[in-house]
């Protein structure tokens, strides 16, 4: 089975802190997304990377940055927090770029600045 | 455009009633169409999936028929039980150099004994 966990299911955060939240996949899978899902909106995507070092802009990537240093790993990082950065963050996995492969999801991440 | 609309909920259904949770998509073309669930707690997981027109996705009960003549994706269940209650997604793929997915807002599903 793909297992992608994330490293906090809750996590509270002042307003100008800098944040990372980290997943981990354990499936070798070369693609790695980062989500933020709010109520009425969604899924809307961050950041997408499709290899080891390699990164690709999604819809909404202001205030957001993105590394991923080894394969397994992704972090998303959040430079200095905002409030209107609060909701629930999920990141994804998937094996290959190809809408034939599924997207495999962790548990997700709240995330409160406040 | 490229959009995803889905009715919003929240859905409260009785046990062993039928249930639908209407999608519709705007797009170009003929984009694979998708059905995730989220069950409280977790992460989203592929429910089912119809990659051209006339294909129906079924999974768990579930089923959807790929209608390009009304660019819908409707999920219906013959009779729902408690342990379906989560929040479904409607999505579509899009094509770019990374084939991304378009989520619609998404349906919350509560099921009463």
């Known amino acids: 089975d793909v297992k992608v966990t994330q490293s906090s299911r809750y996590l509270v955060k002042r307003t100008g802190e800098k944040v990372f939240l980290e997943c981990v996949q354990d499936m070798d899978h070369e693609n790695m997304f980062w989500y933020r899902q709010d109520p009425g909106l969604g899924l809307r995507l961050i950041y997408f990377?499709?290899?080891?070092?390699?990164?690709e802009k999604g819809d909404i990537p202001e205030g957001y940055s993105v590394s991923r240093e080894k394969k397994e790993r992704f972090s998303l990082i959040l430079e200095s927090a905002s409030t209107n950065q609060t909701s629930m963050y999920l990141c994804?996995?998937?094996?290959?770029?190809?809408?034939?492969?599924?997207?495999?999801f962790g548990p997700g991440t709240r995330l409160t600045v406040t | 455009g490229n959009s995803v609309t889905q009715m919003e909920g929240p859905v409260t259904l009785s046990e062993e009633a039928f249930l639908t949770i209407n999608c519709t998509y705007t797009?170009?073309?003929?984009?694979?169409l998708f059905w995730y669930v989220q069950y409280p707690g977790e992460g989203l997981q592929l429910l089912l999936k119809?990659?051209?027109?006339?294909d129906k996705g079924s999974n768990k009960g579930f089923e959807a028929t790929y209608r390009k003549e009304t660019t819908s994706f409707h999920l219906e269940k013959g009779s729902v039980q408690v342990s379906d209650s989560a929040v479904y997604f409607c999505?579509?793929?899009?094509?770019?150099?990374?084939?991304?997915?378009?989520f619609g807002p998404g349906t919350s599903l509560s099921v009463i004994p």
């Open positions: 797009a170009t073309g003929y984009p694979s």
């Open positions: 999505a579509r793929e899009m094509k770019t150099s990374y084939d991304k997915v378009i």
């Open positions: 990377s499709y290899d080891v070092k390699m990164k």
């Open positions: 119809a990659t051209k027109a006339d």
């Open positions: 994804a996995s998937r094996q290959g770029t190809g809408i034939t492969y599924e997207q495999y």
